[in-house]
């Protein structure tokens, strides 16, 4: 890097703590809870929709989809188009619940439907699944990125990224984060549609590309038997993921549970909904370009992205697409810590101190974002012995029993048969098949390939065809609760599902209808294209 390229970073690191600092001299009620952890409840549909999208994109999903790209084409590009869909599911049909209950949280809004032993599932998988793989993850796939980039120590770039993503996320709570996320949301569109179009100039535009890779690399919908995308579990059991990650997980909701009104957060949804068409193309499509400028990379698919922007960027533009980078990778480590932070404080420590005030629920808040800044830097020295295949396997964890748990909020919001019993039986069942899965698959690659004949088919099913399964099972247990023990809804309980009431106070608003619609449209439009 020159003296140009050091600018640009030094350039994005400075803006990410101004507007951090910016955002805590606003604040007007600093010691309020509810700014705190919602900033205020009055964030708007763009600032809403930017966060969804750079929480969203990690250092190791960039990292991961360019990879995916390179290994295998545009496939992987599914899952980005389906959570077009899922946002605007997000928006029509759980927004209006969340909103109106008025929750802090996911657990919380599981307690209010079925009850408290759901919320403290819920708050334990979800911090532990934050700690273990998603801080983790990112500080990982981060750390060896910007070595790879910039030749900075893999410690010392992890321990600065690390304290600067903690100063301002300690100090303004989610309304710096969400805010600096709209800084960020645009640093890593426009250093990946640069690198983009550099990357098919160089390979010959459009046509050059087609002729440099295989054919089957533009096409999206693959056979049954596709070890990864088979065409039966994209639709079958990627869009159950989806609605855990996208209308559960407390890192993606936050954010709408942060909006001034039910129309501000739909609008925000649909925003991000249009920014998700984006990643294929910006993300995924580079792996591929890269696989046509470096046919080495097919040996290692994940460096498909950091060659790209060492070998063909000139000086000067390296430093805008490593500043995307470490976007990606500040956003996601600052959501991380906002809701990790928020679980500990509103389900573990506001329970325990059911009378605690305002002020010392944000002190504790601060307290418990630092544990997690302090516990990410205890990590780093450890970052050398793990291995990017138990990252992997560390990740599977939450997609293992996600199913479960986007039964229960689908269903909880759907049926009012779906009570408290069944909820558990599904949770818990799904949590231990789901971990027997993990393990099961760990054994089955330390030991070369073997485990017991008849548990083969159980380790080797795909992972969106076990994921519809899960789904089933989970469902089958929230209704087969109705017949163990029957439970009446009270008040709290019929306000969170969809009935006549429901219907009768609805409001559609006929420009984000349209929007939708549009999403929609194009979404088809490129699946029938990339066919």
């Keep these: 890097m020159n003296i140009v390229d050091i600018f640009f970073i030094l350039l994005y690191f400075i803006l990410v703590l101004y507007i951090g600092y910016w955002v805590y001299k606003k604040q007007k009620d600093k010691e309020k809870s509810e700014e705190y952890f919602l900033s205020g409840r009055d964030v708007g549909w763009l600032a809403i929709g930017a966060s969804l999208f750079a929480s969203n994109i990690g250092s190791e999903h960039l990292v991961g989809l360019a990879g995916s790209g390179a290994a295998g084409g545009l496939a992987v590009g599914h899952f980005e188009w389906l959570a077009c869909f899922i946002l605007i599911l997000l928006g029509y049909l759980f927004v209006p619940f969340y909103l109106k209950s008025g929750v802090y949280t996911m657990p919380e809004f599981l307690e209010l439907r079925y009850g408290k032993a759901h919320r403290f599932f819920l708050s334990t998988v979800s911090i532990l699944g934050y700690v273990l793989t998603k801080i983790s993850v990112t500080l990982y796939a981060g750390a060896v990125v910007i070595k790879a980039l910039t030749g900075l120590d893999i410690f010392i770039g992890a321990i600065i990224l690390i304290l600067i993503t903690g100063i301002y996320t300690v100090l303004g709570g989610l309304r710096a984060v969400i805010y600096t996320e709209i800084l960020q949301t645009f640093v890593l569109i426009l250093g990946s549609v640069i690198l983009t179009v550099i990357g098919l100039i160089k390979v010959g535009g459009w046509s050059g590309l087609v002729s440099k890779v295989p054919a089957d690399y533009f096409s999206i919908w693959k056979g049954i038997n596709h070890p990864e995308f088979p065409w039966t579990g994209i639709l079958l059991g990627a869009p159950i993921l989806g609605i855990w990650y996208w209308c559960a997980d407390q890192h993606i909701v936050q954010r709408v549970l942060a909006a001034k009104n039910i129309q501000e957060a739909r609008y925000g949804t649909i925003f991000a909904a249009f920014l998700k068409i984006l990643p294929v193309f910006i993300f995924v499509l580079p792996g591929v370009i890269a696989f046509a400028l470096f046919p080495q990379v097919a040996a290692n698919p994940d460096i498909a992205y950091p060659m790209l922007v060492k070998e063909i960027l000139p000086m000067g533009l390296k430093g805008i697409i490593i500043a995307s980078m470490l976007a990606a990778l500040m956003s996601s480590l600052s959501s991380a810590f906002n809701a990790c932070s928020t679980l500990i404080t509103w389900d573990f420590y506001k329970k325990l101190k059911p009378n605690a005030e ?9 307290i418990a974002t630092s544990m997690l800044v302090i516990i990410s830097l205890l990590w780093v020295p450890f970052i050398k012995y793990i291995s990017p295949k138990l990252y992997i396997y560390l990740q599977s964890v939450q997609a293992y029993i996600a199913p479960p748990i986007a039964a229960c909020f689908l269903i909880g919001i759907l049926s009012s048969r779906a009570n408290s019993i069944g909820a558990l039986l599904a949770l818990y069942s799904g949590f231990i098949i789901g971990s027997s899965r993990l393990v099961l698959e760990i054994l089955y690659n330390i030991n070369n390939g073997w485990v017991p004949s008849f548990l083969h088919w159980f380790v080797k099913i795909n992972f969106l065809h076990f994921a519809f399964i899960m ?19 009270d008040e709290v309980k019929s306000n969170l599902v969809v009935n006549k009431e429901f219907f009768a106070n609805y409001k559609m608003d006929r420009l984000g209808f349209i929007l939708s619609l549009i999403v929609c449209f194009i979404i088809l439009v490129l699946w029938f294209v990339f066919r």
């Design 471 to 489: 789904f089933i099972i989970a469902v089958f247990f929230l209704f087969i609760g109705q017949f163990i023990k029957k439970e009446t809804l």
């Design 358 to 366: 305002e002020k010392e629920l944000v002190y504790f808040g601060r």
